[in-house]
């Protein structure tokens, strides 16, 4: 077993972890041959990719740089984007270097694990709450351990028990990340040099939040944030909490939690946690939300003076797993004659073709909806091509997640002879910069009606620009209606689901 470092030494802190949201209903698994086409990142590797922006791992180091009697080690850490199940294979090999490198590299006094919360695996329905069971028992009682989750996480009861420390982003888009990590890495910190005993409470009511409702700066999630805040200022507590939880991960965990951290006070953490808990099932009618059918939505926005018009296709949510090449919104604004709608549109053969061709060129053929019968039929298209890039760019401003860096893979432009533009990208591209259209020659500002793949993710870079915002009620492996899943593992009674489901703390 690794001992704790002690003595004289510096306090020595390392991080590893893998990170994904896995959706039960998705496609496409996530295979280790994926986790290696995003990259798979060692040692300085790490810190090379990420210490200049806002994510978790640039939260440990902005926290932890300043600290001269701090050593913070990078040891591995993958992030794959959402998509199906990790494989077993895939499982094994991430647990086996991450458990290797925290091994061969001790002693520690503290690790720090930027994980999602929301990873389900072949092997292990909780892939996140096992790593962290697997890492205590490698090094032992003494090794404070903290994890910085996704809101999206479900947080398990095993990831409490196994960390010391456990904070979750409280912004959804997600752009308190990096101030999220800054609290984890502090609170390791101060527990490694015996300032504070951290003590944490999970309650979990059987409470499910629908994604339409889980915007952090809309009623009534905004009201429940308030409450949080209003308990972490209370004397005592550490921090507070809330999981707004994954619907698409069909485990036992899925739902709505609630997380306060006291400095030694069991039952005052429990009552944090309660207060926050209770208020939320108190609001559990009003935690649903609505969207709009893609027909009614289209002839709001072809009416439109003011533009562009931004809609959301929430069934084919790239942030959720859905692989983005959903034509719904396509095919039915051409039988209703709404021109002037633009989208990415994942469809690595038509960017490759269109790559060969160039631009100028004309491109007819079939684009979208061939990655499986969940998101459409493939959308018939002539039109001249554009734009051709590497889809490569970069965002500086703050986005949901805090990333950087964006790849969408060789990608153009085809704009249409009936008024549409598509910019084809190789991978399931997120509609969370508008510098994905910009690289590629098109300004979302010049508009009529740009589709947006997701929900929240996109909020960041098209509020500001989008004259009226539209969720649309579409088909898909991340749609609003969970009521056309067929779950097998979640916990039931659990509303909305189960109507029935009664909650007492």
């Known amino acids: 077993m690794v001992k704790r470092a002690s003595g004289g030494k510096k306090i020595r802190i390392g991080y590893a972890a893998f990170s994904h949201e896995s959706n039960s209903f998705a496609y496409q698994p996530a295979t280790l041959e994926k986790w290696r086409e995003w990259g798979i990142l060692y040692g300085e590797d790490i810190r090379a990719e990420y210490e200049t922006s806002k994510a978790s791992i640039a939260g440990y180091y902005g ?11 990078p040891l591995v850490f993958a992030r794959l984007m959402p998509m199906g199940p990790i ?30 919360g929301a990873a389900v695996s072949d092997k292990y329905l909780d892939a996140d709450g096992e790593i962290c069971a697997q890492i205590r028992d490698l090094v032992g009682e003494d090794v404070v351990i903290g994890a910085s989750l996704d809101m999206h996480a479900n947080v398990s009861q095993k990831i409490v028990e196994e ?9 959804n888009p997600h752009i308190d990340t990096y101030e999220q990590a800054v609290h984890c890495a502090d609170l390791v910190l101060r527990t490694i040099r015996g300032e504070i005993n951290p003590v944490m409470y999970l309650a979990d009511p059987p409470l499910l939040v629908n994604i339409l409702s889980q915007g952090t700066s809309d009623e009534p999630m905004a009201e429940l944030l308030r409450v949080a805040k209003a308990q972490w200022q209370k004397p005592g507590a550490l921090w507070v909490g809330i999981g707004e ?32 808990a209770n208020r939320a099932w108190e609001l559990r009618v009003e935690l649903q939300g609505s969207s709009t059918s893609v027909r009614d939505a289209l002839l709001r926005a072809d009416k439109a003076s003011a533009l562009p018009v931004v809609l959301f296709d929430v069934g084919d949510n790239v942030g959720a797993g859905t692989p983005g090449d959903s034509t719904y919104v396509l095919h039915e604004a051409r039988a209703l004659g709404v021109r002037g709608v633009t989208q990415a549109l994942r469809d690595a053969d038509v960017a490759a073709q269109c790559q060969k061709l160039g631009v100028g060129a004309t491109f007819t053929g079939e684009v979208g909806g061939k990655c499986d019968d969940l998101h459409g039929a ?29 790849d969408d893979g060789p990608s153009a432009v085809i704009k249409s002879d009936d008024g549409f533009t598509i910019l084809v990208t190789t991978y399931p591209a997120m509609s969370a910069s508008l510098d994905q259209f910009r690289s590629s020659g098109v300004d979302p ?12 993710s996109p909020r960041p870079a098209y509020e500001p620009i989008g004259k009226e915002l539209i969720w649309l009620s579409t088909a898909g492996a991340s749609t609003a209606d969970l009521s056309t899943f067929t779950y097998k593992h979640i916990r039931k009674p659990l509303y909305p ?4 489901a009664t909650y007492t703390p």
Do not use: N
Request: hydrophobic letters at 45%; one cysteine or more; charged letters at 25%.
């Open 63 to 73: 926290r932890l740089r300043d600290e001269v009697d701090v050593e913070l080690v």
């Open 87 to 116: 494989t077993k294979e895939a499982t094994e090999f991430l647990f086996t270097e991450i458990l290797r490198l925290v091994a061969e590299q001790g002693l520690w006094d503290g690790l720090l694990l930027p994980l999602h």
């Open 163 to 171: 960390c010391d420390v456990v904070t979750i982003y409280q912004t």
């Open 245 to 276: 939880g994954y619907p698409y991960a069909d485990v036992p965990e899925m739902g709505m939690t609630f997380l306060a951290i006291t400095d030694g006070d069991p039952v005052l953490a429990r009552e944090l946690a309660d207060a926050v």
């Open 378 to 406: 493939p959308f018939p298209i002539t039109g001249v091509i554009t734009s051709v890039s590497d889809g490569k760019y970069e965002e500086t401003k703050p986005v949901h997640g805090g990333f950087r860096f964006f």
């Open 445 to 456: 500002v010049k508009e009529r009606i740009m589709v947006v793949k997701g929900v929240h």
């Open 497 to 500: 689901l189960q109507k029935d």
